[in-house]
């Protein structure tokens, strides 16, 4: 059984391929991503498709019109990855594609040469999406989310709709297309995992310290509406600089930065922190927290765990798939300020309880959660689909 996995971009795709090459079943690799990332696989040469020049469109854009038209831009930039796909396309047996808005032709073109298909998706359905951010902007005063689909919603549910299965990485994602009319027998569960090589915990922890000074907290993902950290900034505002000193990672929706700019102060922004320096980071904070509305599974959430870091997060980010609330870390409700602002007061005033769930946290990532293991399993859902 011969495997083409195709993705307009890398995603978390580029962290196991190699293991689905070694156990025989990847025949091609079509991604976009910059050329160097080629060599970083693992895969020989023959086995790589690398269509780079969309990347430097989507950096282009991004340098020049910061997320000012992404939306129409990025289909148009899809389309210009696809039609390369196509142009070196290669038959298999079975199509595993990042069902983005991106791969309509590619999957549309697997499902003419009589090939099983399986379309990933990584969040919660489109209109689940806009119901979710058209309320949160409405919440925050947020203009220009809108509640129509857009041309991209329009294409990945399409794409998921075509395919034999639908691959998603938490129970909140199968329920949003499940009570959207995709049959639950189509569907099939597996969480994300992290880089245990690059993601483990220090191996002389510091102490916690001093009980006066403030809960030093971390959330990594774009600054917007849908992870959540309004909620955050606003039970950190409550609770005062005393109590929690909080650090943002991750660029700013365009459409929030003037809501946002009235927080200005009580946080730390990082706007990029390359993958490498991630871990010196996390261990240098207490907690990690992620309050997402939607998500598919963070992958953040999985890299914390792994380094042994406590992490606070919704079940709408996909924690609920790895953590044991009280046990492996914490889950609070989605969209209330109060919830967080209860949880983080307490943990700050039991912070000697932190190195233990931690501790808990990353044994567990240690027996499960890895990419290895992801890719396994990966390859026994194409096994049954092949079957």
């Not at 499960?368 to 859902?381: G, I, M, P, R, S």
């Amino acid at each position: 059984m011969t495997v083409n996995i195709a993705v307009c971009g890398k995603f978390h795709f580029a962290n196991y391929v190699k293991y689905v090459s070694a156990q025989g079943y990847l025949q091609k690799f079509y991604y976009a991503h910059k050329r160097a990332t080629d060599a970083t696989l693992g895969l020989p040469a023959e086995q790589i498709f690398n269509f780079p020049f969309k990347e430097y469109l989507v950096q282009g854009h991004g340098r020049l019109f910061g997320t000012v038209g992404t939306g129409p831009a990025h289909i148009l930039y899809g389309a210009v990855w696809s039609r390369a796909v196509l142009s070196a396309w290669r038959p298999a047996d079975l199509w595993h594609v990042m069902a983005h808005g991106h791969e309509t032709a590619v999957v549309r073109r697997a499902g003419r040469d009589g090939a099983r298909v399986l379309a990933e998706a990584v969040n919660t359905h489109p209109d689940n999406q806009r119901e979710i951010l058209h309320r949160e902007a409405e919440r925050w005063g947020v203009k220009g989310v809108s509640l129509h689909r857009s041309t991209r919603d329009a294409r990945l549910i399409d794409e998921i709709a075509s395919a034999d299965r639908v691959l998603v990485p938490s129970a909140t994602v199968a329920r949003s297309f499940v009570e959207r009319g995709i049959d639950a027998e189509r569907v099939v569960k597996l969480p994300y995992a992290a880089n245990l090589s690059r993601f483990f915990p220090a191996e002389h922890p510091i102490p916690n310290g001093d009980e006066r000074r403030p809960l030093k907290i971390v959330c990594v993902g774009t600054i917007g509406l849908r992870k959540g950290q309004f909620h955050l900034l606003e039970a950190c505002r409550r609770l005062g600089p005393d109590v929690v000193d909080l650090t943002l990672v991750g660029t700013v929706d365009t459409a929030v930065a003037a809501r946002l700019g009235s927080y200005a102060g009580q946080f730390r922004h990082l706007q990029r922190v390359p993958n490498v320096e991630m871990r010196t980071l996390l261990l240098e904070h207490d907690l990690f927290v992620l309050p997402s509305l939607e998500e598919g599974l963070a992958v953040s959430i999985c890299e914390a765990l792994a380094c042994g870091l406590p992490v606070v997060a919704t079940r709408e980010s996909g924690a609920e798939e790895m953590v044991v609330d009280g046990e492996t870390g914490f889950l609070v409700e989605a969209g209330s300020a109060d919830a967080l602002a209860a949880l983080l007061g307490r943990l700050a005033r039991e912070r000697e309880t932190l190195p233990v769930i931690g501790a808990a946290a990353a044994a567990v990532t240690r027996r499960w959660l890895n990419w290895e293991t992801y890719a396994a399993q990966l390859c026994d859902v194409y096994a049954q689909m092949g079957g």
